[in-house]
């Protein structure tokens, strides 16, 4: 129990930070890859925020690992922050987080509904995870002989039909590491999908069902 609060006390405490890491690692990395004419000093330092960022989060994952006293459980239960950890695209996500952070300091009941929230995360999700998505596929993209990716422009056109799961194939990664973000891109495009489908039903459903027992319109 005693570790339980330590970690909820941890997680209080670094929610924030961490959104404004997140923050700071896709401003960096959005820098090195489309300011391909930023002098090298500047290029050096957004490599250095970019690591640094990182850095962060493997701390606040070590951190949690040890006052959880799970073990190897831990990875198994928070496989979702062991992907962020290692997959750099995942990232900017953690951004979404910051409300859940800024509600536990007012210590406060939520002013969004469960529906309300959950539909507020996965759009602020899509949108992160498809920006970083442009960049890593403009970046390893953009240079190849074969590529249909040839702007930034393509990135974005190409990261919103696969998020919204039409795929219409006017533009596709060629390279090797193109295509692994486009998969980790589908699979996360199918989920949050269905987060954001599931909730609005269920939302829509309470609505129904509020009017049917005769209480009239909620007033919110």
Do not use: K, N
């Amino acid at each position: 129990m005693d570790d339980d609060s330590r970690t909820a006390r941890w997680e209080r405490r670094a929610g924030i930070p961490l959104g404004a890491a997140s923050l700071l690692f896709l401003g960096s990395y959005a820098a090195r890859v489309l300011g391909e004419g930023l002098p090298g000093p500047v290029r050096d330092m957004c490599l250095a925020v970019t690591y640094g960022t990182w850095a962060l989060f493997i701390v606040d994952y070590s951190v949690r690992w040890h006052l959880s006293g799970e073990g190897v459980r831990f990875v198994q239960r928070h496989w979702l922050d062991s992907l962020v950890v290692l997959l750099p695209l995942l990232r900017p996500v953690r951004i979404a987080r910051v409300y859940d952070a800024l509600q536990e300091h007012r210590r406060g009941t939520p002013r969004l509904s469960l529906q309300a929230r959950v539909m507020l995360y996965a759009g602020l999700s899509a949108v992160l995870l498809g920006f970083s998505a442009a960049l890593a596929v403009y970046e390893y993209e953009h240079t190849d002989p074969d590529a249909t990716i040839r702007t930034f422009g393509d990135a974005l056109w190409w990261a919103a039909s696969t998020l919204a799961t039409v795929g219409y194939g006017d533009v596709v990664p060629v390279t090797l590491p193109g295509r692994l973000v486009a998969v980790v891109l589908m699979g996360c495009g199918l989920g949050l999908l269905g987060a954001v489908t599931g909730s609005f039903s269920s939302w829509l459903m309470q609505r129904f069902t509020v009017r049917d027992d005769g209480g009239g319109p909620p007033g919110r």
